[in-house]
């Protein structure tokens, strides 16, 4: 193949690539943590504890083995945990310094109430419009931007 096909080839494929590499991110599966877990360097008891994460933190699932899950927690680090301290429930994390939480998907909406970095919430709904519905583990409920959270 001759430099030019080649290139010509490569600037073919580059969109296909960042088409693939998008659909993969929006089709991520994260789910909850059920109990406090203790996150390992490998999937093994006889693998190196790390860090102890929260209950309801959210974590991506990346892959299985066996009673091992590979997760990405909310700090970007790959780690494993075991399987069964996964739950079904979806919970999110603010990302932002602060969040607003309005009374609708509306930023001229009015606040319910404010939430800091690192703070779990329940999501309700799947995101529509740049905005999801959450509640606060309080009772409130309310919208927050999908840019603020991490999780979905």
């Known amino acids: 193949m001759s430099r030019r096909s080649l290139r010509a080839a490569l600037l073919l494929a580059l969109p296909l690539a960042f088409a693939t590499a998008g659909a993969g991110a929006a ?26 994460i929260q209950r309801l933190t959210p974590v991506e699932v990346i892959t299985t ?20 301290q996964l739950a079904d429930k979806r919970t999110i994390i603010i990302s932002a310094a602060r969040s607003e939480i309005r009374q609708k998907p509306d ?9 800091a970095r690192d703070v779990v919430l329940e999501l309700l709904d ?11 583990r309080d009772g409130a409920s309310g919208y927050v931007r999908v840019s603020q959270i991490w999780g979905l």
Request: without cysteine; charged residues 30%.
């Open 107 to 115: 930023a001229s909406s009015a606040l319910v109430f404010e939430a």
């Open 27 to 52: 089709g991520a599966d994260f789910r909850s943590l059920a109990e406090p877990a203790i996150l390992y360097d490998g999937p093994s008891k006889q693998a190196k504890p790390l860090y102890i």
């Open 65 to 84: 083995s066996d009673r091992w899950v590979k997760v990405r927690e909310p700090a970007g680090n790959l780690l494993w945990l075991e399987r069964r």
């Open 126 to 136: 799947k995101p529509a419009d740049g905005w999801v519905k959450v509640r606060h």
